[in-house]
Structure formats: C-alpha cells, structure tokens
C-alpha cells in the first residue's frame, strides 16, 4: 500500500502485532526492546519476543481464544507490553483498566466488556486491588486457579496476579509460562496466521466524567 504526503511516496504495509514483533526481532535481535532503569531490567527483542511466545502459548493454554477480552488493571510494570503483545499474538483483546477504579467502576467495566482473564498487582495509592477483586468476587478464594465460576461476571474465568506473594486462586505468570509447555510452535503459528491485521487488540474506556465510561 502506497500514499502520498508532502514529502514524497509513503510507502504502507499490513501486519499484525505479532508479525511485527517477529520481523523486528529477527532483525534486530540483540537491539534492546524494553529498558526499565529503575528495576535493572532490560529485554532485547529476542528475550522480548520469547517471553511474549511464551505467555501467548499460556494465554490460549488457558482457553483465551481470538476475540476474547483480556483486561488489565495495573500500572506499568514490564510484564503489561508482555501481556498487550501476548493477547494480540492470539487474537484477544486487551482491555486497558483505569488504575484510579474503585470497586463500582471496575465491576461495571469488567462486566460490560465481557472480561474473561483479569491481570492485576498488588495496587496503587490508596486502592489495594487485591482485595478488591476478592471483595467482588469471592469464589475465587475457593476456586481452582483459572476456573473461575462467578454468578457476577459470568464471562470471568480466571485472574493473573503479577507479583512474588501467593493469593488464593490467582495464578502467577510463571503458572502461565508453564501451562503453555503444551501448546505446540506449529500450534501457534496456525492461530497467528489466522488473524487479520484489521482485528481489534486494544480496547479504551472513556473517563465518565458524564456518567459510566465507555468502551471504545
């Protein structure tokens, strides 16, 4: 695909997340992908793309298929890119979650976007979202882990806590990288070019500063 701007030819091309990311990282695979100073932690696209691969392969492990909405409600720590590329990789869609949300907010844009999987930490500020998933959805301390039945979110199958403690119910992405030892690299190649680069990866809400936030 071609188009013109001021400059000159602009040259187009389709491609979807996980193709991109595949095509950077066979190119420049020793560049560095991801920096976060404050926590010495460095990926090159290399490491970057294998650990997204491997979250993909636990994500569809886990039964998140194309379409599904994955939210996560965390602030920016390294492993959200890990999740945003990881869901696009199979088709799933991530719901980015206000990290301000209380616990009206969270149940309403929860259950109008269908979540079925939910990334957290431990909170931010004042909010403490661990206990606040647990407040509303109290099956999961009894639950095994990714087999959440909730008469509340009926969509809602499972939550990720990214972090080192243990909470009940919650898995842990390691959980998750472990599960993922059983889907195949042909397997997931199949999904990938299975997608189209027009899908939707990514869904927004609206402030609601005039009434409940909107999906967009």
């Not at 969270?106 to 431990?122: A, C, H, K, N, P």
């Amino acid at each position: 695909m071609r188009s013109k701007f001021e400059g000159g030819d602009l040259d187009f091309f389709e491609s979807t997340l996980g193709q991109l990311l595949d095509d950077i990282a066979a190119r420049y695979p020793d560049h560095p992908a991801v920096i976060y100073s404050d926590r010495d932690l460095r990926y090159t696209y290399s490491e970057f793309n294998q650990r997204v691969t491997r979250l993909a392969k636990g994500l569809q492990a886990l039964g998140v298929r194309r379409g599904d909405q994955v939210g996560i409600w965390a602030t920016n720590v390294p492993d959200w890119l890990v999740f945003m590329f990881g869901a696009a990789r199979i088709g799933a869609v991530i719901v980015t979650v206000n990290t301000s949300y209380r616990p009206l907010e969270l149940e309403y844009v929860l259950r109008q976007s269908d979540t079925r999987l939910l990334v957290t930490i431990d909170g931010f500020r004042d909010i403490d979202y661990v206990q606040t998933i647990y407040e509303l959805i109290p099956e999961l301390k009894t639950c095994p882990k990714g087999q959440l039945t909730s008469s509340r979110f009926p969509c809602l199958k499972g939550v990720v806590y990214l972090g080192r403690k243990e909470h009940q119910g919650m898995l842990k992405i390691d959980e998750l990288f472990e599960l993922g030892r059983t889907v195949s690299d042909d397997d997931m190649a199949a999904v990938q070019s299975s997608l189209d680069c027009h899908d939707a990866v990514n869904m927004q809400y609206t402030s609601g500063t005039t009434g409940f936030p909107k999906g967009v």
